[in-house]
């Protein structure tokens, strides 16, 4: 596949965090696993649509057949401006939507809170054959609870192991769990936030307390590096995507999908009706 | 705007039903308002991807920020391989999948049975700022369920105003009614049909009782025809789109949605916070 051509390193190993890994060591403007530049990175992107759509395609048709045992669930977690919003638009826009199931996770509502954390995530996890994606999820109770103390600690300690157990079921469902940090520096941060600000039409994509949660930068930071340390496992590992380079970002994460639904390897699903007699009928009618 | 270029009559003005309307006069090969050829036409719905996907954004940014006061919402509905599908695969993918509400309303459970028709549907009426997608709709409970009596005459009957009275109440509600029939010939349906026999990796698209439907074909007809006529009304028209020729369909039903969006003319959201006060915090950070 040509889209391949340019990966020394598939993403997932190139991308997957192991025991010992250290967040701080992360170049957020490298781009692993791929030799390739900017202009090549975009051509692959392109040449990426077709393979990852097929494979979609082919995953829905099986949900239609109701043949259909795995999904995948691509979970997104990341600090403001890091392109969570890209990926949806460039990466999972262009497949067809009818076989996509978005969730986009907001402050928990007062009804949500008073459920475990992982009430609102169970009831949005993707139906067999379908593509999944959390825009935000169950991380940002260990992020955010975390960081601004939202919870007791004993209860956020509690939740990395919920979450892991949570997940191994999700894999026993058949769910292909692709979760996906994208990692920006502060630096890089800010220049996306100042564009925000100069541009009337970006306006809306700024939030005063962005700056709020960018003063505790590095305790996001910290935050990030326990939950990928207690999470990322062998069923679901985490993925730290260095994303200051948004098209190496887009790019690696449509690597990640096509991964995944090449390891479901979905097939047509075959005809369930005798297809000699169905000409007949068809012709007869 | 280029894609309104070969638009001799606008599409909303050329294919509405007004009074009088007979859908059996109805060439399904035509293109009406259109005056481009095959290529011109998909040409032009590539340069419309640009404006809709422009106006969409506009309006989900609204609902971001909270300013959003109206929607659009697509009512789809067709015979079998009239092109739904491909409607939301290359219409409606083609913008932010953010922004998009897509239901398809199957067979109704025991659940949705036991409520009034509209239970269902009410439900899945886009929030404001959305652009709402229903593959089928409450419209089949005038269409199979007329043409298979699943409901007493006088209920069926009873519909067609709570189905008027329904959509006013959601115009009412800042909701645009896109309603869209996608009209193939039932020769056209035929060779669809065939086309999904012969290819392996389209037997799942083919289903038997697609052809004990299409023995009901004139019944359809009229149903159709009768719910065109007490349902299409000045707060939500009815627009016959002929689609033998998928590439006029998909390029028509893009017009439509256009001119509904442009309807609104949303607007970027204004800064809700002070630009400069914002500035000086960002750089302090």
């Given at each position: 596949m040509s889209s391949h051509s340019r990966w020394s390193t598939p993403a997932a190993d190139a991308l997957s965090v192991a025991p010992?890994?250290?967040?701080?060591?992360?170049?957020?403007?490298a781009t692993p696993g791929y030799d390739g530049d900017k202009d090549q990175g975009k051509a692959d992107l392109e040449a990426g649509v077709a393979p990852l759509a097929d494979l979609q395609e082919r995953l829905f048709a099986q949900s239609v057949a109701g043949t259909a045992t795995g999904s995948v669930l691509l979970v997104l977690q990341a600090m403001d401006t890091a392109g969570k919003g890209g990926i949806v638009k460039h990466v999972v826009g262009a497949v067809d939507p009818q076989g996509v199931e978005l969730a986009s996770f907001k402050k928990p509502t007062a009804e949500e809170l008073s459920h475990d954390f992982l009430w609102r995530i169970r009831k949005r996890l993707p139906d067999a054959g379908r593509l999944g994606v959390f825009d935000?999820?169950?991380y940002e109770d260990v992020l955010i609870g975390r960081v601004r103390e939202l919870a007791p600690a004993d209860e956020i300690e509690r939740r990395y192991g919920a979450i892991v157990a949570f997940e191994a079921e999700a894999a026993e469902l058949g769910i292909r769990v692709v979760k996906v940090m994208l990692h920006i520096s502060k630096e890089e941060q800010r220049e996306r936030l100042a564009d925000r600000l100069e541009r009337p039409d970006k306006h809306w994509k700024y939030n005063p307390s962005d700056v709020d949660e960018r003063a505790l930068w590095d305790d996001y930071m910290d935050a990030y590096q326990v939950a990928l340390e207690r999470t990322s496992t062998p069923l679901a590992p985490w993925h730290v995507v260095p994303a200051d380079r948004k098209w190496y970002a887009r790019l690696a994460v449509q690597q990640l999908l096509i991964d995944a639904l090449a390891d479901i390897d979905p097939q047509w699903p075959g005809a369930d009706y005798d297809i000699a007699t169905e000409k007949q009928r068809l012709a007869a009618s």
């Open positions: 010992g890994f250290r967040l701080v060591d992360v170049d957020t403007r935000r999820s169950h």
